[in-house]
């Protein structure tokens, strides 16, 4: 009997662990992503991004177009580091995103990606410092 117990308990402890696990698609467009705005190539990160994109911001359009993502890369250029080196985790309760979404957070800079139309893109910011 104690077999199967322990056996259940290990496939419970390795669900949980991999449902805290970004899938692999995921992780690749976390890369591309961070190495994009490192090298400041807003063509790459537009690609990467699903418009409009959702910004979740105190007295800031909730939505931002293509056309005006110019002013959103300048600021993601200064979170590159943060990008880069920051896990993916599952969107937070509290946050903005989606169900199924998932965050880098960036000292409240909370940067959000979202499984679209079968592809993982990048589908909102939201500053919770405000």
């Given at each position: 009997m104690r077999a199967p117990?322990?056996?259940?308990?290990?496939?419970?402890?390795?669900?949980?662990?991999?449902?805290?696990?970004?899938?692999?698609?995921?992780?690749?467009?976390?890369?591309?992503?961070?190495?994009?705005?490192a090298k400041k190539d807003q063509a790459a990160v537009e690609k990467l991004t699903q418009f409009p994109l959702r910004n979740t911001v105190y007295r800031a359009p909730k939505s931002i177009p293509a056309s005006k993502f110019k002013a959103q890369m300048r600021m993601y250029i200064e979170l590159a580091s943060c990008l880069k080196s920051q896990p993916l985790k599952p969107a937070a309760k509290t946050s903005a995103a989606p169900k199924g979404e998932w965050e880098i957070d960036c000292d409240?800079?909370?940067?959000?990606?979202?499984?679209?139309?079968?592809?993982?893109?990048?589908?909102?910011?939201?500053?919770v410092n405000e």
């Open positions: 117990l322990g056996l259940i308990a290990a496939l419970a402890a390795t669900s949980a662990f991999a449902a805290d696990q970004p899938p692999a698609e995921l992780r690749k467009l976390h890369a591309d992503f961070a190495t994009a705005v409240g800079n909370v940067v959000a990606f979202g499984l679209r139309n079968g592809q993982w893109k990048h589908t909102g910011y939201e500053n």
